[in-house]
Nanobody, 124 residues
Framework: QVHLVESGGGSVQAGASLRLSCAASGRSIGMNGMAWFRQAPGKERTFVAT????????KYADSVTGRFTISRDNAKNTVYLQMNSLKPEDTAVYYC?????????????????WGQGTQVTVSS
């Protein structure tokens, strides 16, 4: 079992930056791909970014490419999401999850052990 805890969310103005963290406990995630998803009020949970176990392969949603950076520190069992140039449309609860199959898919069904989420609110 893996327990994931997201943190680092907050309320910011458009153009600001935030750094989200996803700390894992229970076992190492060092050999697992990881991903960030987000869910805006009344909308489905959507893919944001994914990173493979080594950090050498990364994929982003088009909407965040160039603004967000996913990274990981396997020694700390933690995954990060650096979010720059935030926009009001980035407002959502952000979740991290473990890649079930290591295929770096964008579908939420490919992921498991979801955290409780951290709220990000961006005002204009």
């Amino acid at each position: 079992q893996v327990h994931l805890v997201e943190s680092g969310g907050g309320s910011v103005q458009a153009g600001a930056s935030l750094r989200l963290s996803c700390a894992a406990s229970g076992r190492s995630i060092g050999m697992n791909g990881m991903a960030w998803f987000r869910q805006a009020p009344g909308k489905e949970r959507t893919f944001v970014a994914t990173i493979n176990w080594s950090g050498e392969e990364i994929k982003y949603a088009d909407s965040v490419t160039g603004r967000f950076t996913i990274s990981r520190d396997n020694a700390k069992n933690t995954v990060y999401l650096q979010m720059n140039s935030l926009k009001p449309e980035d407002t959502a609860v952000y979740y991290c999850a473990v890649d079930r199959f290591g295929m770096m898919e964008t579908s939420r069904q490919a992921y498991t052990y979801w955290g409780q989420g951290t709220q990000v609110t961006v005002s204009s």
